[in-house]
């Protein structure tokens, strides 16, 4: 089973390493989303609620703080002709909750998140059952 039937494909939120901690958490609550996405310099990187924790645990001032300072550049990513369970393995092993999706040109078409990942999962074990 391929990831693309379930990788959220609203727009996705999208903010600059020049953007404030405080502008990104704001716009991720706003969103409802757990991370966003942050290009520089054409690669995609990515900024997640366990990196605005860190932030804050460090001390940094949020309303300061730039988003280049905690992303991930360099981000993990995957294509929508990824197979679930690859993806999900990619998650466990390397300890994510969102994976950033490309299409075939290299850009950024989706997100697929943890609970992307259970939906799918429990949609094939419905499958299986069913028969």
């Keep these: 089973m391929l990831v693309e039937p379930f990788v959220t494909r609203q727009e996705v939120l999208a903010v600059e390493p020049e953007h404030t901690l405080s502008e990104a958490a704001r716009r991720m609550r706003e969103r409802g989303v757990g991370s966003a996405v942050v290009i520089e310099e054409g690669v995609p990187g990515i900024i997640t609620e366990r990196d ?6 460090d001390g940094a001032d949020p309303t300061s703080t730039k988003v280049g300072a905690y992303r991930t550049s360099n981000a993990v ?7 679930v369970v690859d993806a999900a393995r990619t998650m ?7 994976l950033i999706v490309l299409d075939d040109a ?9 609970r992307d990942m259970v939906r ?6 419905q499958a299986s059952f069913a028969g």
């Excluded at 290299?106 to 943890?114: D, E, F, N």
């Design 52 to 57: 605005l924790l860190r932030a804050l645990a």
């Design 120 to 125: 799918a999962l429990l949609k094939d074990r």
């Design 92 to 98: 466990i092993e390397r300890g994510f909750r969102h």
């Design 77 to 83: 990513t995957i294509t929508l002709t990824w197979h």
């Design 106 to 114: 290299g850009q950024v078409v989706g997100m697929l998140s943890i």
